[in-house]
């Protein structure tokens, strides 16, 4: 019996090696790694690129913008600055041509320049803007992406699955907790990444005062849930209301490009209930590209 056992037990061990081999092979460990503090919440580390699933690249400048580009800050003028958040970032289960930025340069034919982090919220975003103003000034066109969950408080770091700072040192147990089931689910953040409270109105009106965001050279692109873009009174009440808000921060030069509203936007172009589709981002590219 205790040789049986034995056997068993060295095929058990066996089988996970080879199992967690396998996972390590394929590259579902090759995923964005991002810094955390309490400033900005998180974001995407500077200068990284891989390959999720070997399949799906991915790649983050010097500042930690979404393409293989260095910035140049004396050739921006021409360029467009692209903040969102997972709408921009696009996510491991695109590859890098086929997220907004880069399907937007091929589309206008100038360089985007994309900045953004999963689950950020307009206050995560003021905050890059803030910690980069000569990046933000010598652009020649901002383009924010908000949906109506951005208007609350900052998103503060919480978790390793989502927003992983270091590579996992068993893949086989990160698979299972992220794929499968998680175990240990992830609670509050700890209070040293916690981003304080704060106002987005006075926020971005100190932006403006200081010349970091110019109104007249930007765009705010409203992006509807599916949910929004399928009933249309929602989408006025819960994402388009925002509009008078913004205008009485930035003034009435800043312009808005309301995504629902235009007759190529349909509910069919989500893969869930707010991510485009790949085909939704395509269509999403051309939407902004003729609103620019």
């Given at each position: 019996?205790k040789k049986v056992a034995?056997?068993?037990?060295?095929?058990?061990?066996?089988?996970?090696?080879?199992?967690?081999?396998?996972?390590?092979?394929?590259?579902?460990?090759?995923?964005?790694?991002?810094?955390?503090?309490?400033?900005?919440?998180?974001?995407?580390?500077?200068?990284?690129?891989?390959?999720?699933?070997?399949?799906?690249?991915?790649?983050?400048?010097?500042?930690?913008?979404?393409?293989?580009?260095?910035?140049?800050?004396?050739?921006?003028?021409?360029?467009?600055?692209?903040?969102?958040?997972?709408?921009?970032?696009?996510?491991?289960?695109?590859?890098?041509?086929?997220?907004?930025?880069?399907?937007?340069?091929?589309?206008?034919?100038r360089r985007i320049w994309?900045?953004?982090?999963?689950?950020?919220?307009?206050?995560?975003?003021?905050?890059?803007?803030?910690?980069?103003?000569?990046?933000?000034?010598?652009?020649?066109?901002?383009?924010?992406?908000?949906?109506?969950?951005?208007?609350?408080?900052?998103?503060?770091?919480?978790?390793?699955?989502?927003?992983?700072?270091?590579?996992?040192?068993?893949?086989?147990?990160?698979?299972?907790?992220?794929?499968?089931?998680?175990?240990?689910?992830?609670?509050?953040?700890?209070?040293?990444?916690?981003?304080?409270?704060?106002?987005?109105?006075?926020?971005?009106?100190?932006?403006?005062?200081?010349?970091?965001?110019?109104?007249?050279?930007?765009?705010?692109?409203?992006?509807?849930?599916?949910?929004?873009?399928?009933?249309?009174?929602?989408?006025?009440?819960?994402?388009?209301?925002?509009?008078?808000?913004?205008?009485?921060?930035?003034?009435?030069?800043?312009?808005?490009?309301?995504?629902?509203?235009?007759?190529?936007?349909?509910?069919?172009?989500?893969?869930?209930?707010?991510?485009?589709?790949?085909?939704?981002?395509?269509?999403?590219?051309?939407?902004?590209?003729?609103?620019?």
């Amino acid at each position: 019996m205790k040789k049986v056992a034995s056997r068993i037990a060295m095929a058990i061990a066996l089988l996970l090696v080879l199992a967690e081999l396998s996972l390590r092979a394929i590259g579902v460990v090759d995923f964005p790694l991002y810094d955390a503090d309490g400033r900005i919440g998180y974001i995407p580390k500077a200068s990284q690129e891989g390959s999720f699933l070997r399949r799906n690249t991915w790649v983050f400048n010097e500042l930690s913008m979404g393409t293989a580009r260095p910035f140049d800050l004396s050739t921006a003028a021409g360029d467009v600055l692209l903040v969102g958040d997972s709408i921009v970032l696009g996510g491991n289960t695109l590859p890098q041509d086929s997220k907004l930025g880069p399907l937007m340069e091929v589309e206008q034919g100038r360089r985007i320049w994309p900045i953004a982090a999963g689950s950020w919220a307009l206050r995560n975003e003021l905050r890059y803007l803030l910690d980069h103003p000569d990046a933000a000034r010598k652009v020649g066109h901002l383009v924010m992406v908000l949906n109506s969950a951005d208007f609350g408080e900052a998103s503060s770091w919480a978790c390793e699955l989502t927003h992983p700072r270091q590579r996992p040192a068993l893949a086989l147990l990160y698979v299972a907790r992220k794929y499968v089931h998680d175990w240990a689910p992830c609670g509050s953040p700890p209070q040293e990444l916690q981003v304080p409270p704060g106002d987005w109105r006075a926020e971005l009106r100190h932006l403006v005062d200081e010349g970091v965001v110019r109104p007249a050279d930007t765009t705010v692109v409203l992006y509807p849930t599916r949910k929004e873009a399928g009933e249309p009174t929602l989408m006025a009440r819960a994402l388009e209301s925002r509009m008078v808000e913004l205008k009485a921060v930035m003034g009435d030069t800043v312009r808005f490009i309301s995504v629902g509203r235009d007759h190529r936007w349909t509910t069919d172009l989500y893969r869930d209930d707010i991510h485009p589709s790949a085909q939704g981002y395509a269509v999403l590219a051309k939407v902004i590209g003729a609103g620019l």
